[in-house]
């Protein structure tokens, strides 16, 4: 996460720091992040009832190795994508960045909801209509994305396309990963996270001045945030829930929300800093314990 920056101040941006952690600061992401986490234990709630299974990923199986694989084969995807963002950064390409960005948020959207309508849907309605009704939802969602990824100084409209996007990978996630990979993928992406931002692709990001992210990026009061820090917020608590019950959503919550401040509180001396590590390592210690 990061305080989002003018191009023409970015030659000044340590020139606020320290930044004082008041409310007015902290309010926005803590209430983005615990909405985004009450949404998706509820999907993972109608998932759990239903009667529509989805089968878990393991490419590489399930023993400890093999979740390994699991997870690196997802942090290397993420990473390429990255490399591909920073590529047409560097060479100045940005039109064709907000292009690539639309068609393949709205895509994501449209096939994540009709996916979880499709397994969801039939909790609440039977098998009456599902189809048509998923079909609905995911051409509405992948329209409203793909409108928000064009629109980016609508910051509301922003802000409620990271929702849903954060949202339905989250429990996309959650229904799909089981242990050990479910584990091992959140201290992945952290460490990967670390890197990516003060050494990596992210760095390029941050610092180019350019907002090309969309709704991969939600602008949350004076902070920017990314759409995976939201989704592993999320994420793991859903996970709490399908693992252990409510007892398991309400413990991972606590142990993620403690992190997310902590993480706010390192932003006190610096414009930047990886939003994954301190809560996703506290947040599956917590599962940890529960599972």
Not at 130 to 138: E, N, Y
Not at 219 to 248: C, E, K, M, R
Request: net charge positive.
């Amino acid at each position: 996460m990061s305080e989002p920056k003018k191009e023409e101040e970015s030659d000044d941006k340590k020139s606020n720091l320290p930044r004082p952690i008041t409310l007015k600061l902290v309010l926005p992401v803590v209430s983005f992040t615990l909405l985004a986490q009450m949404l998706t234990i509820l999907l993972a709630i109608g998932y759990e009832s239903g009667r529509v299974r989805i089968p878990p990923y393991e490419p590489f199986g399930s023993s400890v190795p093999g979740s390994v694989g699991n997870s690196l084969t997802l942090v290397a995807t993420v990473f390429s994508f990255t490399f591909i963002l920073v590529w047409l950064v560097r060479t100045k390409r940005i039109n064709l960045i907000k292009r690539f960005l639309t068609i393949f948020i709205s895509f994501t959207s449209f096939f994540l909801t009709l996916l979880l309508s499709q397994v969801i849907l039939p909790t609440l309605t039977g098998f009456a209509y599902v189809s048509q009704i998923s079909l609905t939802l995911g051409l509405a969602a992948g329209i409203l994305i793909g409108y928000s990824s064009l629109k980016p100084n609508a910051k509301r409209l922003g802000i409620v396309a990271s929702l849903i996007l954060s949202v339905e990978v989250a429990t996309y996630l959650a229904i799909i990963l089981r242990p050990p990979t479910l584990f091992i993928l959140p201290v992945a992406f952290a460490l990967y996270d670390l890197y990516a931002v003060f050494m990596g692709p992210l760095k390029t990001l941050i610092t180019s001045g350019q907002s090309v992210l969309g709704p991969l990026a939600a602008t949350l009061g004076d902070l920017q945030i990314g759409l995976g820090d939201i989704a592993f917020y999320a994420l793991l608590p859903a996970a709490g829930f399908i693992l252990v019950g409510v007892s398991g959503a309400v413990i991972t919550i606590i142990t993620t929300n403690i992190g997310l401040l902590l993480t706010l509180r390192m932003l006190r001396n610096r414009p930047s800093f990886p939003g994954l590590p301190i809560p996703v390592l506290l947040g599956t210690v917590g599962l940890l314990l529960l599972a």
